[in-house]
């Protein structure tokens, strides 16, 4: 009687639970696409495009690149160095990065940006 009683109980619980996961993974995918629709129905000048995405993120990753060649021309300590780079990863316009590159370059050399 023991057995069939948890038996039972483990079967209620799958029952219930595969419910609950069927339901959620609908409900999900169809509020995306409808999200989705509603921007490009009313405010498609804010979507931007693909290319125009690929595009923005080479800019910003070659940003990146140059802010990283510069800190490492830069006579730091090596631990300075370190947390700079991690707060550029987290951070690419990060204050603390601009502050010490522009005490650390002198300033007759413009970095272009």
């Known amino acids: 009687m023991k057995k069939l ?4 109980g483990v ?9 609950t996961v069927v339901a959620q993974d609908s409900l999900q ?9 509603l921007l490009n129905q009313f405010e498609s000048d804010y979507v931007l495009t693909a290319n125009e995405r690929v595009a923005l993120k ?12 510069i800190l490492d021309s830069i ?3 090596e631990g ?3 947390r700079l780079l991690q707060e550029l990863k987290r951070n690419p316009l990060s204050e603390k990065v601009q ?11 413009i970095i272009e940006q």
Do not use: E, F, W
């Not at 009683?5 to 039972?8: A, R």
């Not at 079967?11 to 419910?19: A, G, R």
């Not at 995918?29 to 629709?37: I, L, P």
């Not at 502050?99 to 050399?109: G, L, Q, S, T, Y």
């Open 11 to 19: 079967l209620l619980c799958c029952l219930m639970s595969i419910s």
């Open 75 to 77: 006579d730091i300590s």
């Open 80 to 82: 300075k160095r370190r």
């Open 99 to 109: 502050a010490v590159i522009a005490n650390h370059i002198a300033p007759d050399k």
């Open 58 to 69: 080479q800019a910003r990753l070659a940003y990146q690149y140059r802010i990283r060649k």
């Open 5 to 8: 009683t948890m038996l039972g």
């Open 29 to 37: 995918s169809d509020t995306r696409v409808k999200q989705r629709m």
